[in-house]
């Protein structure tokens, strides 16, 4: 008779809560101390270490310390982030001015992870019909690498506001070599209680009971049970750790 899978201890789960409730996309908060090389392996290993369907390990990551490479891309950014900003009007438009949405030169560290979308040849398994299934895989790679490096005490923020073609060209990424993610990574002074577009009053989190369905889509979920469940985790975790 097999055993069932040990849970882990109370402070290990509370450990993991801890890292998935106050992890923060940061922008303005980076201190220029470097990043130790192994302290960074560790949060590359984790990455590593992410899911990937078919076991396709489908990433690569692009390690970006020169000031000068930086530079570039935060000019990449810029660029962008003129076009974005025309997009938005009114109250929105305004508010938008006022954000920091990167911290490229800031950060000691900056990190591309892509999608090598041709690396397994042929039919790969669990691929076989969602053909998207390795950039997803890769994007847990992002998920793993933000919770370490919130238990290392490194802020990261994603850079999403930037031409990809041009991306492409200054980092020497291949045409078959999906860009999934632009990080910075660092120390930081401070990290929110909340996520900081909320502080800055761009959006608030959605309530969680609203998104649950039960069966199918659409259907209530208020008869599962978990409407209570739901109320007293939110209440006790967002307390503990004073997160919103």
């Known amino acids: 008779m097999k055993q069932q899978v040990a849970a882990f201890s109370d402070d290990e789960c509370e ?12 922008r303005s908060e980076f201190l220029p101390d470097e990043i130790e090389n192994d302290v960074l392996a560790r949060l590359l290993l984790a990455a590593h270490h992410a899911p990937s369907v078919g076991f ?7 390690v970006i310390k020169d000031k000068e490479q930086r530079r570039a891309v935060k000019n990449l950014f ?18 938008y001015s006022t954000l920091k949405l990167e911290g490229i030169v800031e950060s000691p560290v900056n990190l591309c992870i892509t999608c090598s979308r041709k690396r397994s040849e042929g039919p790969v398994l669990g691929r076989t019909h969602i053909p998207q299934m390795d950039l997803y895989s890769t994007v ?22 930037f031409k ?13 070599v999906e860009i999934v993610a632009y990080l910075c990574l660092g120390y930081v002074k401070e990290m ?24 199918r889509f659409g259907a209530s979920a208020a008869t599962t049970g978990l409407a209570d469940a739901l109320a007293l985790e939110t209440e006790r975790l967002h307390t503990r750790y004073k997160t919103g």
Request: aromatic fraction near 8%; charge should be negative.
């Open 78 to 95: 810029t660029e962008a982030n003129e076009e974005a900003a025309a997009m938005f009007s009114g109250e929105r438009k305004e508010k």
């Open 192 to 215: 929110y209680d909340k996520p900081e577009l909320e502080v800055a009053g761009w959006a608030k989190r959605t309530e969680l009971a609203s998104l649950i369905h039960a069966d």
């Open 140 to 161: 847990c790679a992002v998920q793993n690498l933000w919770l370490a490096a919130r238990a290392e005490g490194i802020g990261m923020g994603w850079v999403s506001i």
């Open 15 to 26: 450990a993991v809560y801890r890292a998935i409730l106050t992890r923060r996309d940061v």
């Open 164 to 176: 990809p073609e041009k991306m492409r060209e200054l980092l020497g990424i291949p045409e078959d």
């Open 56 to 62: 396709m390990q489908p990433w690569d990551f692009i």
